[in-house]
């Protein structure tokens, strides 16, 4: 083996940043650097970046198969664990049928393995039963801007950060989470652009900020009505552009006609005034970009929270030019190009529908094998199935419920009601922990293919070391499963063949190649012979449903609302150290230096008025669960809210969370529940 360095991405967030591996010779990954001339990240990357040779170091690594044996696990070979895996799932079909089985793909792998991973449940499980964790994120995202817009995808890309007047960051803490993208707002708010937040907590980019709106959590729509009312009452949307390219605009104006700033500002908690500020510099610039996260999407009206955002960018005119847009910020490093792979239950590759005939029958004739027609369930939908005696199969890879799924006994309680458990991982993760068999699988640097960032640019990564031990790629992996069931469907010899044939039944990809996305630091969908350069902006002309829908929402609450008996308000967040289920970054110690384990945000006057110091032990108590952390004191929460973030296994804050969700995409209320606080005795 020689050493060497490669090109590749950043494995961590959906921002994409470009960098290379240096290997020493030895199979170890032994140095990161930025890549310079990157179009993204413009020769920076974020402490976890820099933290990437850890989470993939050998330490910990699972390197055999591995099979249950009571209360632990044997290595068995790769022969053994197919052999056996495929029995049983051959078995579970025949007695209770395709609905009993599922996969949950990772937004972490590859576009390649993802889009193996919904052919394998299709085509050779014969289920749509097949979903990731975009189901926890941005599943209102796809479901509401396609609704409006026609396509569910950050409308511009992030270099309009340097070409807009205003920024309104809503619901989203992208110094903590995106952060290469949030040094680049702070930039361009130095270089003169107004910075709007929208947000309950007092973030960094909050204290920065020109305006900032701080509500009360799952208000959004009252607010974004009343941003509405205002500018349609001052005579400060764009005509132009609503009646040449917009439909429904009469009956959105009639439903904001009474919601005037001062009506929300006891609903909302911001004060009237500071709304009509927002509305007037919003939509009175030339050019204004909106940016937003899990603030507006993790709530029972989470796709409505979407819809009402981009019937405000719309109105105003504020999409299909540089700096404007509606730009969700995806928050795993390939989660929208696991969507885009159609690791959805409703949709195949590019979201063609599951259930129309003519998608079923061009898959069906593809791939030479009949595919599942009936409904699919979601990730939370088989974990319910689960516990309902319903559902009896899953195989899983890159992901980890237990930790990251709203409420947490009942999630494992689902799995250990499951007959069949299948975990592919890096390392032994909660989930696996309760896996039938546990598969050991490569990592980002140990294998080739795509990921697709936040703005649509599907980027190559490449191998720098070999996988460990006996790893496998999940294409790889899945493909060996499928044999083992009988079944040729899945029938590559290199991700590139992956790639080239889910780029020639995906018509966003359709003009992508190895080749051409190697030339060009990646191409940004959609890529075709219409645009063979890729598309930086969306809509321009035209949306894709033609002219677009804009659609009145309502304001619903949220679902479990602060009471006598849990007086306090939960709301979820994440920190700039650590990312997801703390499987990766959590393998740095310089990560892990940083952020010791668990941690509540609560205000002074409520830390008072519990008798809690600060770090001091406190238990969290909600109508699901109770775990104990320790208190960091701060006025960055309003009183009445504490903060948690779900990286720690140890202070799980979805022990904790509500299963209540959004009826369109059944994304879970993540952001808002009720808890009671305890001081415990100091050890
Ligand atoms: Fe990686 Fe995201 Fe940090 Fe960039 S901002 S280095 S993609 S974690």
């Known amino acids: 083996m020689h050493s060497r360095v490669v090109k590749t991405v950043c494995p961590f967030c959906g921002v994409g940043c470009g960098m290379y591996l240096t290997s020493d010779g ?32 050998p330490d910990n690594r699972i390197h055999h198969p591995l099979k249950r044996k009571r209360d632990r696990f044997v290595t068995i070979s790769w022969d053994q664990a197919l052999a056996e895996i495929s029995t049983f799932l051959q078995d579970i079909l025949e007695e ?9 793909s990772s937004a972490r792998a590859t576009n390649e393995d993802n889009y193996a991973a919904q052919k394998f449940a299709r085509a050779v499980l014969k289920t749509n039963n097949v979903d990731h964790c975009a189901r926890i994120c941005h599943s209102p995202t796809v479901a509401g801007l396609k609704q409006v817009l026609g396509s569910g995808a950050m409308t511009n890309s992030t270099k309009d950060l340097f070409d807009t007047e205003v920024i309104v960051v809503f619901g989203a803490d992208p110094t903590e989470n995106h952060s290469v993208l949030g040094g680049q707002i702070i930039e361009a708010k130095l270089a003169g652009a107004t910075l709007i937040v929208v947000d309950p907590r007092v973030t960094r980019l909050a204290k920065l900020a020109d305006i900032h709106l701080q509500l009360k959590p799952g208000t959004n729509i009252a607010l974004i009505n009343a941003l509405l009312h205002e500018i349609i009452s001052n005579d400060w949307h764009d005509r132009d552009f609503i009646d040449n390219r917009c439909d429904g605009f009469y009956a959105l104006k009639s439903n904001v006609e009474k919601i005037t700033p001062e009506s929300v500002a006891e609903i909302t908690g911001v004060d009237g005034p500071l709304i009509r500020q927002a509305a007037e510099r919003y939509s009175r610039a030339n ?61 195949y590759p590019g979201y063609q529908l599951a259930d129309e005939v003519d998608t079923q029958q061009w898959f069906a004739a593809a791939w030479g094998d009949d595919v599942a027609t009936a409904p699919g369930l979601t990730s939370l939908g088989m974990t319910k199935a689960a516990q309902a005696g319903d559902f009896r199969a899953q195989i899983l890879f890159g992901e980890d419920p237990v930790v990251t799924d709203p409420d947490q006994n009942h999630v494992r309680a689902a799995y250990k009601a499951m007959d069949l ?17 546990i598969l050991p ?4 640097a140990e294998k080739a293919g795509t990921f697709t960032n936040c703005e649509r640019r599907v980027q190559r990564i490449n191998p720098v070391i070999p996988p460990p031990g006996e790893a496998m790629g999940d294409w790889q992996w899945l493909q060996a499963l499928a044999e083992a069931m009988g079944s040729r469907v899945l029938n590559w010899h290199s991700s590139e063949a992956v790639f080239d044939e889910m780029a020639s039944l995906t018509p966003s990809y359709q003009g992508m190649n190895y080749q051409n996305l190697d030339r060009n630091h990646g191409l940004q969908w959609p890529c075709n012979a219409n645009a063979p350069q890729g598309t930086a902006i969306l809509h321009q002309q035209q949306f894709p449903i033609g002219r677009a829908r804009l659609t009145p929402v309502h304001y619903v609450p949220i679902d479990e609302p ?31 230096r940083e952020t010791p384990p668990g941690i509540l945000f609560i205000n002074p006057q409520d830390a008072s008025a519990l008798s809690i110091q600060l770090y001091g032990p406190v238990g969290v108590r909600s109508r699901r669960g109770y775990i104990e952390t320790r208190a960091m004191i701060t006025e960055d929460v309003q009183p009445g809210l504490v903060s948690m973030p779900y990286h720690f296994k140890e202070a799980p804050s979805n022990q904790l969370t509500n299963t209540a969700q959004d009826p369109v995409t059944k994304m879970p209320e993540l952001k808002a529940c009720a808890v009671a606080v305890i001081a415990l005795p100091v050890d």
């Open 26 to 57: 030895q199979g170890n990954v032994c140095g990161v650097a930025p890549e310079q001339d990157h179009p993204i990240s413009l020769g920076k990357l974020c402490e976890k970046g820099w933290s990437s040779v850890y989470a993939i170091s």
């Open 96 to 104: 209770s049928g395709p609905q009993a089985v599922g996969v949950i």
């Open 287 to 347: 050019r204004a970009m909106i940016l937003y996260g899990m603030g507006i999407t993790q709530f029972v009206s989470g796709t409505n929270s979407v819809i009402a955002l981009a019937d405000l960018a719309l109105i105003c005119g504020h999409i299909g030019k540089p700096g404007t847009g509606i730009n969700p910020l995806r928050g795993q490093n390939n989660v929208q190009g696991a969507c885009d792979m159609g690791c959805l239950p409703n949709v």
């Open 421 to 437: 458990l299948v975990v592919a991982e890096l390392t032994m993760t909660e989930t696996a922990k309760l896996a039938d068999y």
């Open 441 to 444: 699988a490569a990592s980002f």
């Open 562 to 592: 602060a009471d006598e008996l849990f007086p306090l308000l939960l709301t979820t967040n994440r920190l700039h150290f650590h990312y997801g289920c703390g499987s990766m970054s959590r393998k740095s110690p310089l990560l892990e």
